[in-house]
DNA sequence: GCCGTTTTCGGCCCGACTGTTTTCAGTCG
């Protein structure tokens, strides 16, 4: 069946239902509808397929949270590029609503009062009327409402919207650090979308199991770098930081240390999935606990005590995303998730040969140093010119420097000669076939002209998969995160193309990629494509930022085997030599 | 609006904190 091609995509439907949801919310629908538009875009999130695929096929209905009405709802997306409802929604209720429930501190329940009662309608008219006073007149509210709005307004430009992982896990080992350091504190960890490592995390999340509650609190909302306390209690306080950073920090007594860091780990749907199992059981699940019946509060220290008593394996962090992992625990059925020291392989890397920190050596015995069997030496090619890429001709001289550096290093790692080649903006790649054929290991991928329209750039992608002498496709869409966005690719075509070529998708580990990210991720191994993780190191430290590659591989439930990294030499050369 | 090892109708997670109230609604995670 023909596709359109300018269909909507997943997110742009899912954008659609947020929007739905909210202006719902605020016209004070019932919140079950609220929250079957809400399912409903975060199931379409998290789909590899595009939904007109699906549609195609009528399988719609089979996503969870998507029924009849919502089909329908997306079959008139995906063929008009319109939604009549939405259209009527929005006559309703004035779109630009939606802006106010970006302050902190106001909710639906609020804008329906202020757009109803003194006819507010942009954040501009709620900011004057905070300060004519006008608030204040209104039922429930009064003069601290007011000062919290104008203040939730002042911080909107300030605060960045989601930081990317990279900058969340820094900033989260200093301030636990600052944590295990406080008196009565027995143990601080991380929670949140941060330990779920989330690809971006907005608010920092952290736990402690602490004997003086009060007294940390205090000490951790007047904290020199705090510029808003958006909240102090005993058991939980939230600050705001000068970078416009925010963290909160539960608290709970040692025993219920393992409540506690499942609830704020969420996440928030696999929180919820956990607590209608309790429900089921005639339990009540809680940041506290297992309530029973006779409100008896059941304690555990641990998370993997809370979870067997729900009759679930633990589940890992990176899997809490209410996409089965539930059901899978309560089956005994969850993967057993690669882990970093499973990897034996850095297959993409760069030298001083174009824009890497490190001669071929010094990698190499870093990468050596850090457990590693193989170390593929994988320097861009001349396409973009601030790599300063290498040229075919200097090839040969290379390939002289890894044969001297064999010798010297000896059976300790196995060096690879390798390249990246770049998919030029016309789909040619960078370096002919007898230049590609020298070479141990080939790496395509894009770096420029990304915006070009989805089959353009999706047959660009194509045309390096289909060469033969390519092994990996790195980064595969090019995304930065919060930065750039990735290419628009035909997903279903590429996934074909490698599966047809036995090519593999790389996960890049650099926080700011990680790309191919977990929902493709998943789907690709489903269909027995290879998957490679690689930091792209340009120097030492690179090679310890694994972890994240790792971290999204170990949300698309990958086990050891499915990445090529952690096999044995031996292994990985066979690999490339079949191909 | 979705969904079914209690249900095709009647449910749909739980608690902390805040600001306004003298008992609670709204917001948040």
Not at 54 to 75: C, H, M, S, W, Y
Not at 142 to 147: P, Q, S, V
Not at 248 to 261: D, H, I, N, T, V
Not at 326 to 355: F, G, K, M, Q, Y
Request: net charge negative.
């Amino acid at each position: 069946m023909p596709q359109n091609p300018d269909a909507m995509t997943n997110v742009e439907i899912a954008e659609v239902f947020e929007r739905i949801a909210n202006l719902m919310e605020i016209k004070g629908e019932l919140v079950f509808k609220v929250r079957a538009y809400q399912r409903a875009a975060e199931s379409l999130r998290d789909l590899p397929e595009e939904a007109a695929a699906l549609d195609a096929r009528g399988e719609l209905p089979n996503v969870p949270g998507i029924g009849k009405a919502i089909t329908e709802k997306i079959q008139e997306l995906l063929s008009t590029g319109k939604l009549e409802f939405l259209n009527r929604l929005e006559e309703e209720v004035p779109p630009s609503l939606l802006d106010l429930l970006r302050v902190s501190g106001v909710g639906p329940k609020k804008v329906a009062l202020f757009w109803k009662e003194l006819g507010l309608l942009t954040l501009a008219d709620l900011e004057t009327a905070a300060k004519a006073g006008k608030i204040a007149t209104l039922p429930g509210m009064g003069a601290k409402t007011e000062t919290n709005i104008l203040a939730g307004i002042a911080g909107l430009a300030a605060r960045g919207s989601r930081m990317s992982l990279g900058k969340a896990f820094t900033a989260g080992q200093r301030w636990l650090t600052w944590l295990r350091e406080f008196p009565g504190v027995q143990r601080a960890e991380a929670a949140g979308s941060l330990r779920r490592f989330k690809e971006t995390v907005g608010d920092l999340d952290l736990v402690v199991a602490c004997a003086d509650s009060p007294a940390l609190m205090a000490a951790f909302t007047s904290h020199p770098g705090v510029v808003r306390v958006l909240g102090q209690g005993e058991n939980k306080s939230s600050i705001e930081l000068h970078d416009g950073l925010r963290i909160q920090l539960w608290s709970q007594p040692p025993e219920s240390f393992g409540a506690l860091w499942m609830y704020a780990t969420g996440s928030k749907d696999h929180n919820v999935r956990l607590r209608e199992l309790a429900q089921r059981r005639k339990l009540s699940l809680s940041e506290r606990g297992l309530t029973d019946e006779t409100g008896n509060l059941l304690r555990y220290p641990s998370e993997e005590e809370v979870y067997a008593a729900l009759g679930l394996d633990w589940v890992p962090p990176e899997l809490r995303e209410d996409r089965g992992e539930v059901d899978a625990a309560l089956n005994h059925r969850l993967p057993r998730l690669i882990e970093t020291n499973d990897l034996r392989a850095e297959l993409h890397s760069h030298s001083t040969w174009s824009d890497g920190l490190l001669s071929i050596e010094d990698m190499a015995l870093a990468a050596f140093q850090r457990g590693h069997k193989v170390l593929a030496v994988t320097d861009h090619s001349s396409y973009l010119g601030i790599t300063r890429g290498m040229k075919p001709e200097d090839l040969p001289r290379q390939r002289a420097e890894i044969e001297e550096v064999r010798k010297r290093l000896g059976d300790r790692i196995l060096i690879l000669h390798g390249a990246e080649v770049d998919i030029r903006a016309d789909g040619v790649l960078d370096y002919p076939d007898e230049a590609l054929a020298q070479l141990d290991i080939v790496i395509a991928s894009l770096h420029a002209s990304l915006r070009q329209p989805r089959e353009q750039i999706t047959a660009r992608l194509l045309n390096a998969i289909r060469n033969p002498h390519v092994d990996i496709i790195a980064h595969p869409t090019g995304r930065l995160l919060l930065d750039r966005a990735g290419a628009d690719l035909d997903w279903q075509a590429v996934f074909q193309a490698v599966q047809e070529n036995g090519t593999a998708l790389e996960i890049n580990a650099a926080p700011q990629r990680l790309d191919t990210d977990d929902i493709h991720a998943r789907h690709a191994v489903s269909l027995g494509i290879p998957i490679t993780i690689n930091t792209d190191a340009h120097s030492a430290a690179d090679l310890d930022q694994a972890f994240y590659g790792v971290s999204v591989a170990r949300r698309a439930g990958l086990e050891k085997d499915a990445v090529i990294n952690t096999w044995e030499p031996e292994r990985i050369t066979a690999w490339l030599k079949s191909r």
